[in-house]
């Protein structure tokens, strides 16, 4: 997969004009041209360092950085400041990873609530990148809050000393939104994350692109509450992709809020894709009431683990002082949720496709589970090529090792709605055309969107992206070819079976006056295409079809091809109407002729009324009287019977709606060159 580099949007005249207009303090500017001396902050007089603005500015001020590079480390430290790159300018902040003096190259301090970092390029710091600091170990005992409702956006962070993002504890409310992390753990690559987040409640991770972390992508442990990860990609990460708890010390949970140390709670991970992890995909340690929907997981927990995995959190190995004190140690993860995702492997990776962990020591620790009862999980795909999949639960009562498919439905008593097949991706991960993902998912689930932020349409898809199209129709289904075209164009169809088993299909070819003229049976081979040149068989006669699958599982395909050069193509409905929009195209001034093709599918006459529109205004209107299954096709205007009376480009769209529900449509154009342009009609009811 090309790395997805995430785009850096800058707002900033429009941000400069809305602070000026609602006064939210003043507005200082730093150049690498600039002087910390003789400056007096202003576009014209900018100072030479952040640190200087920042010293010199009070809470809401913004300072806006010109392109350059700043090698200083910088600390925020009074509220609602925001740190910004001038006019989408290219603004560097380095510190080098090798100064121990030098921990952090942006350091947020606990007096900063409500700042933002907008636009910047982040690198280096012997520990961190940025860091969010805590009054949790330090002053005031009573007093453990840390730096709160602190945005992050349109940032790169990378090439840290360990983390990129360290959030430490009662740093509540951090969004990281549209960024990229990468290459963490540039000097200690044993405990680096992308982003770390400890015991810091509701923590939003969106759209970002997170990849080549030395260790986990990104964790939200200690007690963490809220987090949400979603519309991210996270890939080649050192150890796992996502991490929904960890293992934390025991001084850093809040145990007025969290008695028995679960490592997360209510953490949800969506409409991500998640790949070429060292251990686990998506991971739930001490978690309770988390969950993962709509995911892509793809070649996860390569050397460990599994790409959903239940684990074990020691949390220093502490001894429970008091067992019956009410305070909980090392809990198993409980009310876990696992829905519609995919999760795809190669068919060389070992390990198992779910594990749930257990640990024991004969000293004071005893057992650790990895889960309480049983995850609920259903609508998933899994897949892994030649190899059988293999299910593990550990757990004393449960166990349970490299169990097949059945035996881990039987097992957890969910699944009931799982898929065991190849979610057929192409290569952006997205499912193509004959997947069985497509529309096979639980549209119940709390999503949405999907990855790339477009609506999810019930029935959801598996995974994180949501596609259109519909399922393989199955047996017995009827799909309509509305036109066959003749002359210059030829008219294909394209079969494809997605499955590994023989399909057969018929195909029935009709005059323009419905009567029938011909049929053909057809079998196709498992996982292969056939096409079929229907114009050739119908010896310039036919002009509709209907195609129904009466074996197996298959996708059926219209293509127009142009002898001239330029080809349509559009998936074959399966379902009429009786009402139709046909949506002309909006570069109209580009096409030579327009028209549409409709066909009643019944054994019944029926009266079809033509109604064009231009900017929603009819400008005219014709009616017809169709025989049953005749097909109406003609050119509309002037050099056509339909709506003669208009011309190339006085209509937008056009309804077309009959007395019932018989209709199966299209549009046709043709561009300068005389290459087919096609848009299938919309049904309107």
């Known amino acids: 997969m090309e790395n997805r580099r995430i785009g850096i949007m800058k707002m900033g005249l429009l941000l400069m004009l809305t602070w000026a207009v609602t006064g939210q303090g003043a507005t200082l500017y730093v150049s690498p041209s600039g002087n910390d001396g003789s400056g007096n902050g202003s576009i014209s007089a900018p100072f030479l360092t952040i640190t200087h603005a920042l010293d010199t500015s009070s809470a809401g001020d913004i300072v806006l950085i010109l392109g350059g590079t700043y090698n200083e480390a910088v600390r925020i430290r009074n509220a609602n400041i925001t740190l910004q790159a001038y006019n989408g300018e290219h603004v560097i902040i380095h510190t080098p990873i090798d100064d121990e003096n030098l921990d952090t190259t942006v350091t947020i301090d606990v007096d900063a609530d409500g700042s933002t970092l907008d636009g910047l390029e982040i690198t280096g710091g012997y520990y961190y990148g940025i860091m969010l600091f805590t009054r949790w170990d330090w002053g005031d005992p009573a007093d453990r809050t840390g730096v709160s409702h602190i945005t992050i956006e349109n940032c790169e962070i990378h090439d840290t000393g360990r983390d990129c993002i360290k959030i430490t504890p009662g ?5 990281i939104d549209n960024c990229e992390v990468y290459n963490s753990g540039a000097r200690y690559g044993g405990n680096a994350e992308g982003v770390d987040n400890v015991n810091a409640d509701n923590m939003i991770v969106k759209d970002c692109y997170i990849h080549d972390t030395a260790t986990t992508g990104v964790y939200a442990k200690g007690g963490a509450i809220d987090a949400l990860i979603e519309r991210c990609i996270i890939e080649n990460c050192g150890e796992i992709g996502v991490a929904l708890g960890f293992d934390t010390s025991p001084e850093y949970f809040d145990l007025t809020v969290n008695p028995n140390r679960y490592e997360n709670i209510g953490g949800v991970v969506k409409n991500c894709l998640i ?53 909980g140690y090392r809990p198993a993860s409980v009310n876990i949720h696992v829905e519609n995702n995919i999760v795809l492997q190669d068919s060389s990776i070992t390990t198992p496709m779910v594990f749930i962990r257990t640990f024991y020591h004969e000293g004071d620790v ?55 097949a190849n979610p057929l991706l192409d290569s952006s991960y997205r499912p193509a055309e004959g997947s069985p993902c497509i529309d096979a998912g639980d ?12 609506p999810r349409v019930a029935s959801f898809d598996i995974g994180a992206y949501e596609v259109s199209g519909s399922q393989p129709p199955e047996e017995g289904t009827v799909r309509y070819l509305p036109h066959i075209a003749h002359g210059n164009y030829t008219t294909y169809l394209l079969a494809y079976t997605p499955a590994n088993e023989q399909t057969k299909f018929q195909v029935t070819l009709y005059g323009d006056d419905g009567g029938l003229l011909q049929n053909g049976s057809y079998t196709l081979a498992p996982r292969s295409t056939v096409k079929i040149d229907v114009s050739s ?33 559009f998936l074959l409905d399966g379902e009429l109407s009786d009402s139709l929009m046909c949506l002309f195209p909006s570069y109209n001034d580009a096409v030579s002729w327009n028209g549409l093709a409709c066909w009643n599918a019944s054994d ?41 009376s208009l011309g190339l480009h006085d209509f937008d769209m056009i309804q077309v709606q009959t007395n019932v529900s018989v209709l199966s449509g299209l549009n046709i154009s043709g561009d300068g060159q005389e290459k087919l342009i096609f848009t299938p009609a919309v049904r309107v009811n």
């Open 171 to 175: 740093c509540d409310y951090v969004t």
């Open 443 to 454: 549209s119940t689930v709390p999503v949405t969107d999907d990855l790339d932020g477009n």
């Open 537 to 569: 068989v119908s010896g310039g006669a036919a002009m509709t079809a209907t195609v129904i699958l009466t074996e197996g599982t298959a996708v059926f395909k219209g293509v127009y091809f142009n002898t001239a050069g330029g080809m349509a193509e």
């Open 275 to 327: 790949r070429n992890t060292t251990y686990a995909g998506i991971a739930f340690y001490a978690a309770k009431d988390a969950s993962a929907f709509n995911n892509t997981v793809i070649n996860t927990a390569q050397s460990g683990h599994s790409p959903i995995y239940f684990g074990v959190t020691l949390q220093d190995w502490e001894v429970d002082p008091d067992p019956n004190d009410g305070i």
């Open 604 to 644: 019944t006459a029926a009266t079809v009324t033509l109604t064009a529109y231009a900017e929603g205004v009819s400008v005219g209107v014709q009616t017809v009287l169709l025989a049953p299954r005749e097909n109406l096709v003609d050119v509309i205007g002037q050099d056509g019977s339909l709506l003669n």
């Open 366 to 420: 005893g057992r650790v589970n990895g889960m309480e009862g049983m995850p609920v999980m259903d609508h998933n795909c899994y897949w892994q090529g030649s190899s059988e999949l293999a299910f593990t639960d550990q757990r004393p009562g449960y166990e349970m090792e490299n169990g097949s498919f059945v035996d881990w439905q039987n097992h957890i008593g969910f699944e009931e709605h799982t898929l065991v």
